[in-house]
């Protein structure tokens, strides 16, 4: 496995590859890899082949956190993410600084950002109001860095999954968006870099969004008369106000493709929420 630091380094082997005509996939994190991140490189291989070129990227995207967020403290595990890289598979690691991903050109900063306007409005958009943006931007980039043929995400952050493909397509970006599926803990709660904040006392509760998404699940399963969501909030809401140190941000329910809230809901939508213990945030999200 390669790695490589420099934005230059990683476009001119990106383009030699393609020039001989491999495909790319490209896996972007923020490291502090888990496993939810090696079913990523999984789907990656599984994507471009065994003669195909999978390229992790490790990068804390300082543009997608808000002054308040947790930046400085952001988990780092540099040596263990490389051997998770290596075992799987990954052919080469793109490690770049911040000055690759955001220079100065001619003593003038970074000042180009892209944004997507709709799908960025609810739910996380709503909580975290500069986050989507810092997220196309930097995908934009590393888009452009790797060239890849497929750029693979998680399910976990569906929100952003639904984002990049509407990125990926209004700009005509050359490259097929793969989503693949939430890797779960044995008690349901979605991994996470940020699981590492729990406490001791607060991670046995910590699968309380899982909880909520089955417990939505199964009310939109069993009713033949449709559900209305400020119902199942109400009922969602109490079972996390009965959590001990979890604090409710949001819960909506919501069409897949456009991102709508919906008051009345059907089968085919999806429950996205979000729930603070104490400074750690956890999201999750699941279809009906
Ligand atoms: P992050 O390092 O948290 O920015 O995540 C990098 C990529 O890994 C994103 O596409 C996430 O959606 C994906 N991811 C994070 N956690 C999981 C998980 N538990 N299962 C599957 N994919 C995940």
């Not at 559900?227 to 979890?246: D, G, N, Q, V």
Request: proline share 6%.
């Amino acid at each position: 496995m390669r790695t490589l630091a420099r934005a230059a380094s990683m476009q001119s082997q990106a383009l030699s590859w393609r020039r001989s005509g491999h495909k790319i996939a490209l896996v972007p994190t923020m490291g502090s890899l888990h496993a939810g991140h090696a079913s990523l490189i999984t789907r990656a291989r599984k994507a471009v082949g065994p003669k195909g070129q999978v390229v992790v990227s490790i990068f804390i995207n300082p543009t997608q956190f808000s002054p308040t967020e947790d930046l400085a403290s952001y988990p780092r595990s540099e040596r263990s993410d490389i051997t998770l890289c290596k075992r799987r598979g990954a052919n080469a690691l793109f490690l770049p600084r911040l000055d690759e991903i955001y220079p100065d050109t001619n003593n003038v900063p970074f000042s180009t950002y892209v944004t997507e306007e709709r799908l960025s409005q609810s739910m996380e958009g709503q909580s975290r109001p500069i986050h989507f943006r810092g997220v196309a931007t930097v995908v934009s980039i590393l888009l452009n860095i790797v060239q890849p043929t497929h750029a693979v995400f998680g399910e976990k952050d569906f929100q952003q999954a639904t984002i990049v493909r509407k990125l990926i397509r209004d700009l005509k970006f050359p490259t097929r968006l793969v989503v693949s599926p939430t890797i779960r803990e044995p008690d349901g709660l979605a991994m996470s870099s940020r699981n590492t904040y729990l406490t001791r006392r607060q991670r046995p509760h910590a699968n309380i969004l899982w909880r909520c998404i089955n417990t939505a699940r199964k009310a939109v399963r069993s009713r033949t008369t449709a559900l209305t969501a400020p119902m199942l909030k109400r009922k969602l809401t109490r079972m996390i106000e009965s959590t001990p140190e979890a604090e409710l941000d949001y819960i909506e329910f919501f069409n897949p493709n456009t991102l709508i809230p919906l008051r009345r809901i059907q089968r085919s939508d999806r429950i996205a929420l979000a729930v603070r213990f104490g400074k750690t945030r956890l999201i999750d999200n699941g279809k009906l």
